[in-house]
């Protein structure tokens, strides 16, 4: 049984992994083992000019660097200005640091009651659970935990926070996260899904994951039974172009889907990655073809060394404006800025011009002003 159109869905090129078996770059352990992660495993694989390999050896000390072969295979072996090697290999532009950039740009650590969980909201908390990713992302907002060893909870700081979920009531919405949670063994999740599932008063379990985008193979039949275990179970994955809609994604989403596991997307935009309403919209209709529901499109927040990935808050409006009326309602996601100093997420109005007397103004998907009570 496949959906329409899956034949749409290439897969990933495999660049110097070509000889490698279909078993073999199917298996997540083996993705996993052979990352590409010191300046002479990038080198076999593509070009880098002079400054790029000056910044690889500096960007490691301040933000680990690794990437699956498949997400690397997906990367031209010839366009500096590629998408995905904008987000996975690190650009000398990270050394720039400006005083608007943060350690911690949504001071998490302020609203963090205890170690591991960050509670902003009435009733849903975010669950630090390990700081490892299948690839670092170089615009990561988390980027002062992420690849960070000792920001790894251990298990009684996991039990606290546990402890916390279950004393306060109002929590009906764990967002389990990192890292990547899918960066735990099964068995570890399994139980870790378990303590949570058991908290009477939680009502809903997301997992935020990027590795349907990075490591698609760590979707197997066993990760999906897991997790549907746990039901209802949101999967919140990070697709940012439509490049990474490939069949090995494809796959991954489908065996979650098939389980009744519904898919979300939130997506950064990126200067030179995804800045056009044209990629976002075409990523959000293939994304659609998955059955992975676009939900957020984020601002990239103002983290050290990610500056050059920031777009203005009037650009990100204008990608909206491209994509609300233009397309199915269901491709178009919220346009969410996570304000600084934990003021939390709110998100901007293509459409809504503002008030006048007891008019509401507004401004349709062609340009025409009405005013409505
Ligand atoms: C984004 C976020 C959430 C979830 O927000 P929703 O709008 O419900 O998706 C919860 N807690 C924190 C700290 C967050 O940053
Ligand atoms: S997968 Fe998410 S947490 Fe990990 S590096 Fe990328 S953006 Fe950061």
Redesign the pocket.
Known sequence: MTFKHAEKFPPAPRSIWREVGEETWNDWRWQQQNRLKSLADFERVIYLTDAEKQAFLHCNEKFKIAVTPYYASLISPIDLHCPIRLQAIPSPLELNTSLSEKEDPLTEEAQSPVSGIVHRYPDRVLLYTNHN?????R?????RK??NPASMPDRDEEDEAIAYIAEHREIRDVIV????PLSLSNNRLERLLGKIHAIPHVEIIRV???NP??LPQRIDDELAEILARFRPVFVMT?FNHPRECTAEAYRACRKLIDKGISIFNQS?ILKGVNDSAETIKQLNQRLLLMQVKPYYLYQCDEVFGAAHFRTSLEECLEILRGLQGWTSGLAVPRLVVDLPDGGGKVCLEPNFLGKEADDFIFRNYRGERFYCK
């Open positions: 990713c299948a690839v670092y992302c615009f990561c907002t988390r980027k992420v690849g996260s990192g890292g990547d935020g994951t990027r985008v990075t990070h950064v």
